[in-house]
Structures are given as structure tokens and as C-alpha cells.
């Protein structure tokens, strides 16, 4: 019985995995269509635009997209988001939106600047004006 609970969460939580990747891979291509138009390999339409190489943590862009968020859920909902809550693409898309001028990663670009020039808003060695042939924004800090 304890197997099966185990197996059961596992599953929901693979679920949740995929879904915030789906929600905010089509939440990013909405609010930046460049992302496909001026992507030559869909580097930023991964999990590592705003996670490290342990997908289980967050670069500096996920850290603070994650922050915000929260905070546009909990004022949506009069109440904190939980650990299975799963978020629209609407509210990603104003996450999105609120920390655009922001620098994240610290390397002289606001995030919406990296976006919408290929180049990865967590990760301050990839930025506007670096040749980066990496497929994904995955780094090794
Ligand atoms: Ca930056
Ligand atoms: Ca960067």
C-alpha cells in the first residue's frame, strides 16, 4: 500500500513537472513570439531558460519569474499558492512581463532584451553580442 501511495505521488508530480513546462513554454512563445521566429534551435524553449543543470533548482531568472509568480497568484487568490498548485499561462505571461527590465543574472541585459535576442536571461556568460551554440540555456555554475 505505501508503494502505491509512493507510485501515486511520483506520478502527480512528473504531471506537474510537465505541465508547468508545457504552461510556460507556451506562456513565453505568446508573450515572445521571437522566440521561435528568431531561434535557430529553440534555445530558450527548454527547462534550463530557468533551471540550472539540477532541474530541480532554479538560475537567477527562475528564481525571480518564480517570486513573481507567487505574488501575482497569492493577490489573484487571496491566498500562497501550494507546491501542486499548477499555474496558468495567463499569470506566467504577467510574471513575465513584471520582471522584463529587470537584469536577473547580472550581465547588463534585461531579461526582455535576452529573450527576445536568443540569448538566456539566467545565465550572465550568454548575452547579447557572444556567439553561444549551445541548444539550450543549460549551464554549469
Ligand atoms: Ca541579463
Ligand atoms: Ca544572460
Not at 513565453?28 to 527547462?47: A, Q, R, T
Not at 507567487?70 to 498548485?85: C, D, F, I, K, L
Amino acid at each position: 500500500m505505501k508503494a502505491l501511495s509512493i507510485i501515486t505521488a511520483l506520478f502527480f508530480i512528473t504531471i506537474g513537472q510537465a505541465s508547468a513546462k508545457v504552461n510556460f513554454i507556451e506562456a513565453l512563445v505568446e508573450k515572445y513570439p521571437s522566440v521561435i521566429d528568431d531561434s535557430e534551435n529553440g534555445k530558450l524553449l527548454d527547462c534550463f531558460t530557468c533551471h540550472t543543470v539540477d532541474k530541480w533548482q532554479r538560475n537567477d531568472f527562475g528564481l525571480e519569474l518564480q517570486a513573481e509568480i507567487r505574488a501575482e497568484y497569492t493577490a489573484q487568490h487571496g491566498q500562497a499558492p501550494t507546491v501542486s498548485t499548477v499555474y496558468d499561462r495567463d499569470l506566467i505571461k504577467t510574471a513575465l512581463t513584471k520582471i522584463e527590465d529587470t537584469d536577473s543574472d547580472g550581465d547588463g541585459y534585461t531579461n526582455k532584451v535576452e529573450i527576445e535576442s536568443n540569448h538566456c536571461p539566467g545565465d550572465y556568460k550568454d548575452y547579447p553580442g557572444v556567439a553561444d551554440s549551445r541548444t539550450n540555456c543549460k549551464t554549469e555554475f
